[in-house]
């Protein structure tokens, strides 16, 4: 924890790595991100009733009825798609600067599952306005698992009874608003912790 804390309150830094890179912050950029998923994701679970008669109601409810419902939701759509965008192009940048390597590897390691899982946080969001395109685009996805190598385990656990059915839209649920966010937030301390334990990019003092 202490690690931790001196990496995101250096005691000195250098002024030149104060200035404006090509890189702009995308890691930083990236964890605001996803505290803005938090907030308002957190702001949306006042609304929103996961069971298949009342999401869809829930959703319009939202965006038609609550001051400000609409904006929210807008916001917590374009900042999962931000969130990939910019964990891509961090990735992009790690792999072009070589910072991957040697000691950074477990770094790197834990960068991936973190993409990982913001890929499956949005998959799993994608679902819950239970739409018509939220419903064709979860049975896509789920058809396309169950074709991988042990994919049919994972279908079955994900979708117990049927596509958006009250199981399996409880488990994405699940998922997307626990599992996912609390793992996240782990492998982030831990991505923080072990860039301060290699001494990152930037040279702290």
């Known amino acids: ?15 030149r790595n104060l200035r404006l890179t090509y890189t702009f912050c995308l890691g930083g950029l990236a964890l ?9 994701g957190l702001l949306l679970l006042f ?17 038609n009825a609550v001051w400000g419902g609409r904006y929210l939701r807008s916001l917590h759509r374009l900042a999962s798609h931000t969130l990939l965008v910019l964990i891509m192009l961090h990735a992009l940048r790690v792999i072009l600067t070589g910072a991957y390597r040697h000691p950074r590897h477990g770094t790197w390691v834990v960068g991936t599952m ?9 998959y799993t969001g994608y679902l819950l306005p239970l739409d018509q395109l ?4 979860a049975r896509t996805g789920m058809e396309l698992l169950r074709a991988l190598p042990g994919g049919a385990v994972i279908f079955h656990l994900l979708v117990p009874d049927q596509i958006a059915g009250p199981l399996s839209l409880q488990r994405f649920f699940a998922l997307h608003i626990a599992v996912i966010p609390l793992s996240m ?6 991505h923080f912790f072990r860039i301060r334990r290699s001494r990152g990019l930037l040279p702290y003092l």
Do not use: N
């Open 114 to 122: 973190l993409m990982f899982l913001a890929v499956f946080a949005a």
């Open 47 to 63: 609304y929103y009733r996961p069971s298949p008669g009342g999401a869809y109601d829930s959703i319009r409810f939202i965006e």
């Open 134 to 137: 939220a419903y064709w685009a």
């Open 1 to 15: 924890m202490r690690d931790f804390l001196k990496h995101l309150f250096p005691r000195v830094v250098l002024e």
């Open 185 to 190: 937030m782990a492998l982030i301390f831990l």
């Open 32 to 40: 605001t991100t996803f505290l803005v998923l938090v907030l308002t």
